[in-house]
Protein backbone atom coordinates (compact mmCIF):
# COMPACT_ATOMS: atom_id res chain seq x y z
CA UNK A 1 0.00 0.00 0.00
CA UNK A 2 1.32 3.42 -0.85
CA UNK A 3 1.67 6.47 1.93
CA UNK A 4 3.44 8.31 4.30
CA UNK A 5 4.54 6.80 7.29
CA UNK A 6 5.91 8.98 10.14
CA UNK A 7 7.90 7.71 13.30
CA UNK A 8 7.75 7.91 16.00
CA UNK A 9 4.12 8.28 17.26
CA UNK A 10 4.38 10.21 20.35
CA UNK A 11 8.03 11.83 21.53
CA UNK A 12 8.87 12.71 24.92
CA UNK A 13 12.18 15.39 24.70
CA UNK A 14 14.20 16.88 27.92
CA UNK A 15 14.62 20.74 27.14
CA UNK A 16 18.19 20.98 25.25
CA UNK A 17 17.97 17.82 23.34
CA UNK A 18 17.98 17.55 19.55
CA UNK A 19 15.39 15.32 18.24
CA UNK A 20 14.60 14.25 15.00
CA UNK A 21 11.11 13.05 13.37
CA UNK A 22 11.17 10.57 10.91
CA UNK A 23 8.83 10.77 7.36
CA UNK A 24 9.08 8.36 4.69
CA UNK A 25 6.94 8.06 1.53
CA UNK A 26 6.38 5.47 -1.01
CA UNK A 27 4.13 7.15 -3.14
CA UNK A 28 7.11 8.46 -5.50
CA UNK A 29 5.79 11.92 -5.12
CA UNK A 30 8.77 14.37 -5.64
CA UNK A 31 7.79 17.23 -3.30
CA UNK A 32 7.43 17.29 0.69
CA UNK A 33 6.73 18.83 3.81
CA UNK A 34 6.75 19.27 7.66
CA UNK A 35 3.97 21.20 9.07
CA UNK A 36 3.22 22.06 12.79
CA UNK A 37 -0.25 21.92 14.32
CA UNK A 38 -0.82 23.85 17.73
CA UNK A 39 -4.46 23.51 19.22
CA UNK A 40 -6.41 27.04 17.18
CA UNK A 41 -3.45 27.51 14.95
CA UNK A 42 -4.48 25.56 11.88
CA UNK A 43 -1.31 24.27 10.05
CA UNK A 44 1.77 26.31 9.69
CA UNK A 45 4.80 25.56 7.04
CA UNK A 46 8.06 24.54 8.83
CA UNK A 47 10.34 23.19 5.80
CA UNK A 48 9.19 21.71 2.31
CA UNK A 49 11.42 20.05 -0.46
CA UNK A 50 10.58 20.14 -4.41
CA UNK A 51 13.22 17.75 -5.19
CA UNK A 52 15.88 15.54 -3.37
CA UNK A 53 18.94 17.31 -2.25
CA UNK A 54 16.91 20.50 -2.23
CA UNK A 55 14.75 22.44 0.23
CA UNK A 56 13.45 25.91 1.34
CA UNK A 57 12.08 27.40 4.12
CA UNK A 58 8.61 27.38 5.41
CA UNK A 59 7.03 30.38 7.74
CA UNK A 60 8.99 29.09 10.63
CA UNK A 61 11.49 27.26 10.24
CA UNK A 62 13.81 28.68 12.87
CA UNK A 63 14.88 25.98 15.57
CA UNK A 64 14.51 23.19 13.06
CA UNK A 65 16.44 21.27 10.39
CA UNK A 66 16.17 19.52 7.67
CA UNK A 67 17.58 17.14 5.00
CA UNK A 68 16.58 15.43 2.07
CA UNK A 69 19.13 12.78 0.63
CA UNK A 70 16.55 10.82 -0.97
CA UNK A 71 13.42 10.53 -2.28
CA UNK A 72 11.22 9.13 -0.58
CA UNK A 73 12.75 10.15 2.80
CA UNK A 74 12.79 13.90 5.06
CA UNK A 75 13.62 14.00 8.32
CA UNK A 76 12.98 16.74 10.55
CA UNK A 77 15.34 18.05 13.32
CA UNK A 78 13.89 20.09 16.45
CA UNK A 79 16.43 21.34 17.43
CA UNK A 80 17.75 23.09 21.04
CA UNK A 81 17.25 26.73 19.48
CA UNK A 82 13.45 25.78 19.01
CA UNK A 83 11.76 27.89 22.18
CA UNK A 84 8.89 26.03 22.04
CA UNK A 85 8.64 22.63 19.97
CA UNK A 86 5.94 20.41 21.85
CA UNK A 87 3.73 19.99 19.20
CA UNK A 88 2.03 17.61 16.91
CA UNK A 89 3.82 17.69 13.59
CA UNK A 90 2.56 16.72 10.43
CA UNK A 91 4.78 15.20 7.24
CA UNK A 92 2.47 15.53 3.43
CA UNK A 93 3.92 15.31 0.17
CA UNK A 94 2.60 16.06 -3.06
CA UNK A 95 3.48 14.39 -6.88
CA UNK A 96 5.88 17.25 -7.65
CA UNK A 97 5.55 19.61 -10.89
CA UNK A 98 1.87 19.79 -12.89
CA UNK A 99 0.65 18.03 -9.71
CA UNK A 100 -3.23 18.78 -8.63
CA UNK A 101 -1.57 20.46 -5.60
CA UNK A 102 -3.53 18.00 -3.31
CA UNK A 103 -1.31 16.88 -0.10
CA UNK A 104 -1.63 13.67 1.49
CA UNK A 105 -0.40 13.65 5.19
CA UNK A 106 1.06 11.16 7.51
CA UNK A 107 -0.40 10.48 10.71
CA UNK A 108 1.64 12.49 12.21
CA UNK A 109 3.87 12.22 16.01
CA UNK A 110 3.54 14.02 18.67
CA UNK A 111 6.23 15.94 20.53
CA UNK A 112 5.93 16.77 23.84
CA UNK A 113 8.84 18.42 26.07
CA UNK A 114 9.36 17.78 29.27
CA UNK B 1 0.91 37.90 2.48
CA UNK B 2 -1.92 35.32 1.07
CA UNK B 3 -4.58 34.75 3.71
CA UNK B 4 -7.10 31.86 4.75
CA UNK B 5 -9.68 33.01 7.02
CA UNK B 6 -12.48 30.19 8.34
CA UNK B 7 -15.18 30.54 10.32
CA UNK B 8 -16.94 29.50 12.86
CA UNK B 9 -13.89 27.81 14.70
CA UNK B 10 -15.80 26.08 16.42
CA UNK B 11 -19.43 24.68 16.62
CA UNK B 12 -21.60 22.36 18.38
CA UNK B 13 -24.83 20.87 16.68
CA UNK B 14 -27.04 17.53 17.24
CA UNK B 15 -26.59 14.79 15.06
CA UNK B 16 -29.19 15.39 11.42
CA UNK B 17 -28.46 18.75 11.69
CA UNK B 18 -27.06 20.33 8.77
CA UNK B 19 -24.14 22.10 9.03
CA UNK B 20 -21.99 25.13 6.59
CA UNK B 21 -18.57 25.73 7.01
CA UNK B 22 -17.01 28.64 5.56
CA UNK B 23 -13.53 30.01 4.23
CA UNK B 24 -12.88 33.34 2.50
CA UNK B 25 -9.80 33.51 0.90
CA UNK B 26 -6.77 36.18 -0.13
CA UNK B 27 -4.66 34.41 -2.80
CA UNK B 28 -2.65 36.33 -5.43
CA UNK B 29 -3.30 34.10 -8.50
CA UNK B 30 -5.33 32.10 -6.91
CA UNK B 31 -5.45 28.54 -8.37
CA UNK B 32 -7.60 26.14 -6.27
CA UNK B 33 -8.80 25.93 -2.47
CA UNK B 34 -8.80 22.40 -0.75
CA UNK B 35 -11.18 21.06 1.89
CA UNK B 36 -9.44 18.19 4.52
CA UNK B 37 -11.03 16.43 7.57
CA UNK B 38 -8.80 15.86 10.17
CA UNK B 39 -9.65 13.38 12.54
CA UNK B 40 -7.38 12.58 15.49
CA UNK B 41 -4.27 12.46 12.90
CA UNK B 42 -3.56 12.70 9.41
CA UNK B 43 -6.10 15.57 7.24
CA UNK B 44 -7.80 13.51 5.17
CA UNK B 45 -8.22 15.33 1.58
CA UNK B 46 -12.23 15.97 0.85
CA UNK B 47 -12.12 18.61 -2.27
CA UNK B 48 -10.32 21.00 -4.63
CA UNK B 49 -12.18 23.11 -6.29
CA UNK B 50 -10.85 25.48 -8.93
CA UNK B 51 -13.98 26.61 -10.64
CA UNK B 52 -16.68 28.89 -9.70
CA UNK B 53 -20.19 27.91 -9.26
CA UNK B 54 -19.67 24.03 -9.59
CA UNK B 55 -20.49 22.11 -6.52
CA UNK B 56 -18.60 19.01 -5.85
CA UNK B 57 -20.23 16.53 -3.89
CA UNK B 58 -19.50 13.59 -2.03
CA UNK B 59 -22.32 11.86 -0.07
CA UNK B 60 -23.34 14.12 2.37
CA UNK B 61 -20.60 16.86 2.06
CA UNK B 62 -20.79 19.29 -0.56
CA UNK B 63 -18.65 22.16 -1.51
CA UNK B 64 -19.01 25.25 -3.68
CA UNK B 65 -16.32 27.74 -5.13
CA UNK B 66 -17.36 31.63 -5.48
CA UNK B 67 -13.99 33.38 -6.92
CA UNK B 68 -15.92 36.34 -7.58
CA UNK B 69 -16.57 36.98 -3.69
CA UNK B 70 -13.24 35.03 -2.75
CA UNK B 71 -15.57 32.33 -0.25
CA UNK B 72 -16.08 28.49 -0.18
CA UNK B 73 -18.10 26.67 2.04
CA UNK B 74 -18.38 23.44 2.95
CA UNK B 75 -21.79 21.58 3.52
CA UNK B 76 -22.52 18.70 5.79
CA UNK B 77 -26.09 17.69 5.86
CA UNK B 78 -27.59 15.29 8.11
CA UNK B 79 -24.66 15.11 10.44
CA UNK B 80 -24.03 12.17 12.51
CA UNK B 81 -21.06 11.98 15.32
CA UNK B 82 -18.65 10.52 12.87
CA UNK B 83 -19.14 13.95 11.36
CA UNK B 84 -17.04 15.57 14.25
CA UNK B 85 -13.66 16.60 13.37
CA UNK B 86 -11.54 19.61 12.55
CA UNK B 87 -11.95 20.74 8.63
CA UNK B 88 -9.29 22.94 7.19
CA UNK B 89 -9.41 24.84 4.16
CA UNK B 90 -6.24 25.33 2.37
CA UNK B 91 -5.33 27.18 -0.91
CA UNK B 92 -1.52 26.90 -2.88
CA UNK B 93 0.28 29.84 -2.46
CA UNK B 94 0.75 33.01 -4.48
CA UNK B 95 4.67 31.94 -6.46
CA UNK B 96 4.50 28.68 -5.67
CA UNK B 97 3.38 25.52 -6.63
CA UNK B 98 3.91 23.35 -3.60
CA UNK B 99 3.06 25.86 -0.52
CA UNK B 100 0.01 25.51 0.93
CA UNK B 101 -1.76 28.33 3.24
CA UNK B 102 -4.08 26.82 5.63
CA UNK B 103 -6.91 28.52 7.73
CA UNK B 104 -7.09 27.50 11.47
CA UNK B 105 -9.79 25.38 10.92
CA UNK B 106 -13.07 24.55 11.91
CA UNK B 107 -13.75 22.31 15.33
CA UNK B 108 -17.31 20.34 14.45
CA UNK B 109 -18.88 18.66 17.21
CA UNK B 110 -21.76 16.15 16.52
CA UNK B 111 -23.72 14.92 19.77
CA UNK B 112 -26.04 12.52 19.76
Known amino acids: DGGITQSPKYLFRKEGQNVTLSCEQNLNHDAMYWYRQDPGQGLRLIYYSQIVNDFQKGDIAEGYSVSREKKESFPLTVTSAQKNPTAFYLCASTLGAGSTDTQYFGPGTRLTVL | EDKVVQSPLSLVVHEGDTVTLNCSYEVTNFRSLLWYKQEKKAPTFLFMLTSSGIEKKSGRLSSILDKKELFSILNITATQTGDSAIYLC????????????FGKGTLLTVNP
Open chain 2, 90 to 101: ASPSSGSNYKLT
